[in-house]
């Protein structure tokens, strides 16, 4: 596989892979078992979507085949071909300007938005032993969680693959269940404090109106 086509760049995946893996480590900075199995899931999934944007494209290796048929006139095993959404929808200007690229930068920048704004509200709860309510999580019970399927489905829009597009549907029912997990452990610690935060607050897609105006009487 040549450098000129992009690919072959291990190097370059390996960096970008770091850089992604260091940035949420340094928002969300895990300390139980669990968090360290979130945060392992969340990196496995990054090393394997870069060893394919710059390593070796195997899933457009293995479909080159049926996307050349289906999508004549694309050099599949091009590097600009890797942004499969736009080579598909015949977007034939740069797919860095694509509509799924831009939706996706949106996307990541979302979901570390809301690991930086969530870790700082927690770490300020657990400082005084009380219940995250504030911040994003006057929105919702589990923004961290909800800032990594953020990231993974906004890389998953700039660069699908089919190793990737297995593991996203896996990890968020891992996410899912570890949720459930914390919100156990939280009952058993706070009791009635957190069932009633519990009650105002959904879990993961937040209400249009704040917790004061759900509450507020009738």
């Known amino acids: ?43 496995a999934f990054i090393v394997a979507l870069f060893g ?54 949106v996307l990541i920048g979302l979901g570390f938005w809301l690991l930086s704004r969530a870790w700082a509200v927690l770490y300020r709860a657990q400082r005084k032993g009380s219940v995250a309510t504030t911040g994003p999580y006057a929105r919702i019970r589990h923004p961290q969680y909800v800032g990594f399927v953020a990231i993974m489905f906004g890389f998953l829009l700039q660069w699908p693959t089919v190793l990737t597009l297995l593991l996203f549907p896996i990890m968020v029912i891992a996410y899912w269940r570890l949720a459930k997990h914390e919100e156990k452990d939280s009952l058993a610690h706070f009791g009635d404090a957190y069932r009633a935060y519990m009650e105002q607050t959904p879990a993961f897609i937040p209400h249009w109106r704040s917790n004061r105006s759900r509450s507020a009487p009738t």
């Open 52 to 105: 394919e944007m710059y390593g070796f494209p195997l899933s457009l290796y293995f479909l080159s085949g049926w996307l050349s048929t289906r999508f004549p006139g694309v050099d599949w095993l091009s590097h600009d071909a890797g942004h499969v959404l736009e080579m598909m929808f015949g977007w034939r200007a740069n797919p860095h300007f694509g509509p799924f690229h831009v939706v996706s930068f």
């Open 1 to 43: 596989m040549h450098t000129s086509n992009g690919y072959g760049l291990w190097g370059l995946a390996f960096l970008n892979a770091a850089i992604f893996i260091y940035f949420a480590y340094s928002y969300y900075t895990p300390k139980t078992t669990r968090d360290w199995r979130s945060f392992g899931m969340y990196s």
